[in-house]
Each structure stands twice: as C-alpha cells, then as structure tokens.
C-alpha cells in the first residue's frame, strides 16, 4: 500500500468463488474495482464462504475456483501493491462479527431483502431454507463494517443490501456506542452487457464469453450470437439499438467503428457478420493482455495463493483492530477487569 488508511477512503467488495470470470463480471465489477486502486483503499475479497449459503453440499471446488477469480482479478490489473486481495475465510473475525451481528439484527429485516424472495421463488433446485441462506446479508454486513468501510461498489441489485448493512450499524452503534461509520454506495456504472443469447450474460445461462476464452473461441462465440431479429435477410435494414451485438459495439468499440455500425446497420450496407467480426476485433483486443497476464499465474498458481495469503495476513490486522473496538464497546474486551468496576 502507498497510503496511509487516513488519506484515502476505504472499499470493500467482494466476489463469490464462481471459477473463471466472464464479460459481465469484468465490465459489472472488475474494471470498476481495477480503477479505483489509485484513489481508494480497496479491500478485495474472495467472498468463499458465502457460497457456501447457495451451495453447501459440495464444498470441493470452493479453493480452486477462488484461486481462478484470483488468476482473473491479478490478470485484469488488480495490484497486490495497491490493493489487498484476501480470502474471506482466512479472516476469522467476518465470522465473529457475524455472530455479533446476527444477535441484533430482526428476522423482519433479512426475510424483507428483494433478494431473498426473489432466490427462495426461483432456485428450485437448491435447498435455500437454510439459517446460513436467510443471515447471508448479515455475512455481507459483517464483511462490510469489520473494515469500517467509507464505500461499497455495487450494482443496482445489491443496493438494499448496503442499506441493510446500514441499517445494522445503526442499531449496533445505538446499542453500544459509536463503532462502525455507515458505508455509502458507490453505484457501479450499468452497462448493459448481454449474453451471446441476448439475455443478460450469466453462467446460468450458458451465454458467457469468458475472459479467458481464446481468440478462436471468442469469434466462434460472436458468430452465434443472436441479432437484431427483424433482420432476416442481409438486404433488411436492422437497429444496432435492439441487437446484442450492437451493445456489444457500444461498451468495446471505438467510436468511428460504432458510427460505422450505425450507419451500415441502419441502410443495410453492411452484413451481421462483418459486423459481428468487428465486435470479435475490439474484445480480443481487450483480452488479449489480459491472457497474456493470467498466464503467468495459470502455470504458477502458487503466486496468486500467495498474494491471497499475504492479503489475508493484512485483512486479519484490520479486523483485529475493529475487534478490539467492538468487543471494547460492548463491555466484553479480553482484558481483565476487577468485578464492580464497570
Ligand atoms: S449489422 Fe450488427 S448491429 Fe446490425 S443487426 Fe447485424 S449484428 Fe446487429
């Protein structure tokens, strides 16, 4: 770190141990996170224990798929310098103040969380009525307040999860005194990124591109992606703004090829596959350094475990030193205390 904790804002985020990145986590989070290295203090968390709130029963990928959102977050430009990239479970004290929390906070509180309802109708082929599934946001919380985090980047879906945070500070602050500034959210710009289906870009889906598929991968991909669909034939004029492939153009391309698309688009003087050519041309050459890093992680795994280690090391001295607050502040510090003196 080239700052002192008091010069510049603190951040925490965090990302499940999903395995490999796709697209829409990089343009979702990753780039965001990657530009706010300079002028934060960013905590980056491989959050592996909260998959174990939607996936309990089987636990054996949990370390290998954090280390490949390492190799992807390493390779996308976070700095191990800048930044510390940790390991939520090698970071013991998310788990104590997540007891803590859990003790104060309504059930009236998380069964109210638009997420909650939302996964409880829809996840049907998982068991979701677990104690750990309803307290997941109370796991966020603690995540959150243990560094006493000024700011939390999120998107749009994760907002009332921040308020709750928010919420849950209050209520600890008012009951124990004045430990955990109220984090503020720092929205992460929505591109709106679709799958090579059309729909929103997700491994649920099957309709990723992922960060680190090869050049060969990424044109057979664009050239499956769905178009607009009132362009059947390549005489038919289309609209870059109802295509997929057309919002592709807008996030990766530069601005003359995004004029070029309009206008060819528009008066049909151009083809779908051209065009969709054109977008294979602007993400290969956005992945291209990036595989070009994660190589060097890929054949020496051992380097981004380290660098997970060493920022754990460094997560565990903040959360000690937010413990010693809150266990202070609760009146259950580890020193001795003559009986009748509080
Ligand atoms: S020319 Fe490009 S933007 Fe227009 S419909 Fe075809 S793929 Fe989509």
Redesign the pocket.
Known sequence: MTASPKTRKRVLSGMRPTGKLHLGNYVGALQNWVGMQDQYECYFCVVDWHALTTDDADTSRVKENSLEVAFDWLAAGLDPEKSVLFLQSHVPAHAELHLLLSMITPLGWLERVPTYKEQRENIKDKDLGTYGFLGYPVLQAADILIYKADCVPVGEDQVAHVELTREIARRFNGFYGQVFPEPQTLLTPAAKLPGTDGRKMSKSYGNTIMLADPEPVVRQKLKTMV??PA?VRRTDP???DV?P??DL?KIFSSKETIAK?DT??RSAG???IE??SWAADALVQLLNPIQERRKKFETNPRLAWDILEAGSERARKTTGETMKDVRASMGMSLEYEAPGKS
Do not use: F, W
Request: charged content about 15%; hydrophobic content about 15%; some cysteine.
């Open positions: 178009t607009d362009r289309g609209n870059p295509c492939v057309g153009h698309v060819g688009c151009i083809g779908c065009c969709k």
